[in-house]
């Protein structure tokens, strides 16, 4: 008979969260990589474990890239009064500042928190960021500092305050103590999310579908390997509850024991897909569940869709931004439904990177409270499709025409400035508004007003 595994499998430890159950298994660090010592806060999640989880699924990573690369690379505006400072544009259009947000983001969506260094010349000017992987950040108890450790190697970091002029030694991490230009250390903007289980850490909003990721990659594994041999599975054995490894058989092993097993007691052709979920729960749940000859190659593929709609769900990645859409006739009405709910999340990530930006780097480095930086939304719609409302609009009156060329006009290299005559002109029809109410000269609108007030008193006069 099939052997069921109780809470009392294993009696060395007992699972604290699923995220552990990686751990255990990861081969990347020393526990010396895992240490940071008594003077930082630990994060809730451990950094290595959720970084684990990009590892094993492909879908919650490249959603997670999709995400990032969309908020980041949509375009981006400098808002301010006139013409923007010369080293305001040659900092935020160099290429590498992109780069390095990208990267930003995408930690700060993966662990709930990031790290961005700044890189100053030798007069303290700043001159570009770089991200700080936070797989090896930990921010210290004085909330000051911040810690980097890689191996045996530590680096400090001054939490960026320019309020403060204290200089930070990186190596013994301790403030004006011997600072030279070898040792001192660089300000880095520590940014995360909101959580009431850490006010420096966050937590990453897809752990609720955690165990989704997880049957992600199991049925993965299963295909790559089971189905070469088995074919389609006749049953899918789902273990959840308080199981963990030990030291004479892990769960991989485990599985394919129970597999087997199940094979040789029900003498059915092909075989069983076995996915174990840990968690907290006391008691352990097993359940079969058979599928029928002529349909369990559409059920195995059904659960696969479920899972991975699941993920999408959680990242609010429509699958058209993957690339893997046959929506047609009805269902591209759903589809721009799902574009335009994912455009908006799109939209706070880029507020809240603005909001940073501005009130850290613009407001302290350039030391401009005119200047703002705002992204472009991002847009999916058929860029020929765009443009041709856009002049609509133009042709309308309903946007001037500066707003149609800083809106419209990037992909083309067109600029406008602010205090550009034609600035502010609308068109109907294709010609200037002004025009259409007071004549050919569009801009001496006080000339052809004094005209008519001029023509009505000399009508005023004759008929006296």
Request: net charge negative; aromatic share 8%; proline share 2%.
């Amino acid at each position: 008979m099939v052997k069921i595994v109780t809470s009392n499998f294993l009696k060395d430890a007992v699972i604290k969260s699923i995220l552990e159950e990686y751990h255990v298994k990861s081969q990347e660090l020393s526990e010396d990589e895992l240490t940071f010592g008594t003077e930082v806060i630990d994060p809730p999640y451990s950094p290595f474990m959720l970084d684990r989880l990009r590892e094993i699924s492909g879908l919650h990573d490249i959603c997670i890239r999709v995400k990032c690369e969309d908020t980041v690379f949509s375009g981006k505006n400098i808002l301010c009064d006139g013409e923007a400072p010369s080293e305001v544009e040659e900092f935020f259009e160099d290429f590498s500042f992109d780069e390095e947000l990208e990267s930003f983001l995408e930690d700060y969506i993966t662990f709930g928190f990031a790290g961005l260094e700044i890189l100053r010349d030798n007069q303290g000017n700043i001159k570009a960021v770089n991200r700080i992987s936070s797989l090896y950040l930990r921010m210290c108890r004085d909330k000051e500092r911040v810690l980097q450790k890689i191996g045996a190697n530590e680096n400090y970091f001054k939490l960026y305050n320019p309020q403060d002029k204290r200089r930070l030694n990186r190596e013994t991490g301790r403030f004006d103590d011997g600072i030279n230009s070898e040792n001192v250390a660089n300000e880095i903007i520590w940014f995360n999310s909101k959580s009431h289980e850490s006010k420096v850490y966050g937590k990453p909003d897809y752990l609720s579908e955690i165990d989704a990721i997880l049957t992600d990659n199991a049925i993965i594994e299963y295909q790559q390997g089971h189905f070469k041999a088995h074919g389609v599975p006749n049953y899918i054995i789902t273990v959840t509850g308080n199981v963990e490894e030990n030291d004479d058989q892990n769960l991989d092993e485990w599985e394919a024991q129970l597999e087997e097993e199940f094979k040789n007691i029900s003498n059915e052709p092909g075989t069983a897909l076995c996915i174990v979920i840990p968690s907290e729960e006391d008691n352990v749940k097993v359940n079969v569940n058979k599928i029928g000859e002529e349909k369990k190659e559409g059920s195995f593929i059904e659960l696969s869709d479920s899972v991975a709609d699941r993920i999408r769900r959680i990242h609010r990645v429509p699958r058209e931004r993957l690339g893997d859409s046959d929506s047609s006739g009805i269902a591209s009405n759903r589809t721009e439904a799902l574009l335009k709910n994912y455009s908006s999340s799109i939209a706070t990530l880029q507020r809240r990177i603005a909001n940073l930006i501005n009130k850290t780097i613009i407001r302290n480095e350039f030391e401009d409270k005119d200047v703002k930086i705002e992204f472009q939304g991002a847009n999916f719609e058929d860029e020929d499709k765009t443009l041709e409302r856009g002049i609509r609009l133009l042709q309308n009156g309903a946007i001037t025409l500066g707003e149609f060329i800083n809106r419209f006009g990037e992909p083309y290299e067109l600029k406008m400035n602010l205090d550009d005559e034609f600035y502010n002109c609308r068109f109907m029809n294709n010609q200037a508004l002004q025009n259409v109410v007071y004549g050919d000269s569009a801009l001496d609108a006080e000339g052809k007003l004094n005209s008519m007030i001029s023509s009505l008193d000399d009508e005023i006069h004759n008929r006296i």
